[in-house]
């Protein structure tokens, strides 16, 4: 990890540096590289924001899936028949339950920045409990939704 140069401190004048830890911007001035993820130590929060945009690239997907059901159903009962027979297969409730995992962990946490929107649970360790809270509890949803459907008879291998 780098430090800052200090004042009057010849040996660590910036224009000067040989390790690549300093840029030069367009207007000339120099300004230190920002760390990147190997500097950086691995925490919750972290790790929650990187499953957020995960999970709304997922649901991304699965409206594309959304939208062939529409179109399945659109072009009739034998259409509708072979989506519903791939979408029915072990591999497609696979794909179903990884989307309801996306969503409820998409919507938990949306809800932990709601919280942080109203400026609460902001300190460091409120910020990983609620992150800690919305990794969880996305996943125990997604998985007492499922459990619900397969007791229901709804749905089964």
């Known amino acids: 990890m780098s430090t800052s140069p200090l004042p009057g401190d010849a040996s660590n004048d910036p224009t000067d540096d040989q390790t690549g830890r300093f840029v030069v911007q367009p207007n000339g001035r120099v300004r230190p590289l ?10 919750v929060t972290m790790f929650a924001s990187i499953l957020n945009r995960m999970t709304g690239g997922a649901l991304s997907v699965g409206a594309g899936l959304v939208f062939l059901w529409l179109l399945a159903l659109a072009f ?12 029915g297969s072990p591999l497609g409730l696979f794909v179903w339950f990884g989307l309801t995992v996306a969503l409820c962990l998409h919507l938990a946490g949306g ?22 809270a919305s990794i969880i509890g996305g996943v125990l ?3 007492a939704f499922w459990a619900l459907l397969f007791a229901s008879g709804r749905i089964a291998l």
């Open 34 to 43: 920002s760390p990147h993820l190997q500097v950086w130590r691995w925490h």
């Open 76 to 87: 009739g009962p034998d259409a509708y028949a072979t989506f519903t027979d791939w979408m």
């Open 111 to 132: 809800v932990r920045h709601l919280i942080w929107d109203a400026a609460v649970g902001l300190s460091p360790k409120t910020a990983d409990a609620l992150s800690w």
């Open 141 to 143: 949803i997604a998985v």
